[in-house]
């Protein structure tokens, strides 16, 4: 859920969002951090709802969400490494992704 976005429910944050930070599986348990912390401390008890984030990069959204077909960004465009090097000769360049 890093990166994604927790709702209160119930308690006194009811209707409040906040952005999460970090989830890692910790004592047998899951940790949720939050990006902000809240104005006030959730009780025991008080329900929410959490959405999973992304990281926007299409092997997350290929492996976590199954959606690489909907993907809008550009994975196969070479960085800026390769874009501001000097042609060479010896190398193909025949259109073809340069990354898996």
Same mark, same amino acid.
């Given at each position: 859920?890093?990166?994604?976005?927790?709702?209160?429910? /119930?308690?006194?944050? /009811?209707?409040?969002?906040?952005?999460?930070?970090?989830?890692?599986?910790?004592?047998?348990? /899951?940790?949720?951090?939050?990006?902000?912390?809240?104005?006030?401390?959730?009780?025991? #008890?008080?329900?929410?709802?959490?959405?999973?984030?992304?990281?926007?990069?299409?092997?997350?959204?290929?492996?976590?969400?199954?959606?690489?077909?909907?993907?809008? #960004?550009? %994975?196969?465009?070479?960085?800026?490494?390769?874009?501001?090097?000097?042609?060479?000769?010896?190398?193909?360049?025949?259109?073809?992704?340069?990354? %898996?």
């Amino acid at each position: 859920f890093s990166r994604g976005k927790l709702r209160f429910l /119930t308690g006194g944050l /009811t209707g409040k969002s906040f952005d999460l930070d970090g989830h890692e599986k910790r004592d047998g348990g /899951t940790r949720l951090s939050f990006w902000l912390a809240p104005e006030q401390s959730p009780l025991p #008890g008080d329900a929410f709802s959490v959405i999973a984030g992304c990281d926007k990069s299409f092997p997350t959204c290929k492996a976590k969400f199954a959606n690489h077909l909907n993907f809008r #960004g550009f %994975p196969h465009l070479p960085g800026a490494d390769f874009a501001y090097s000097y042609a060479s000769g010896g190398q193909s360049h025949d259109g073809k992704a340069l990354f %898996p």
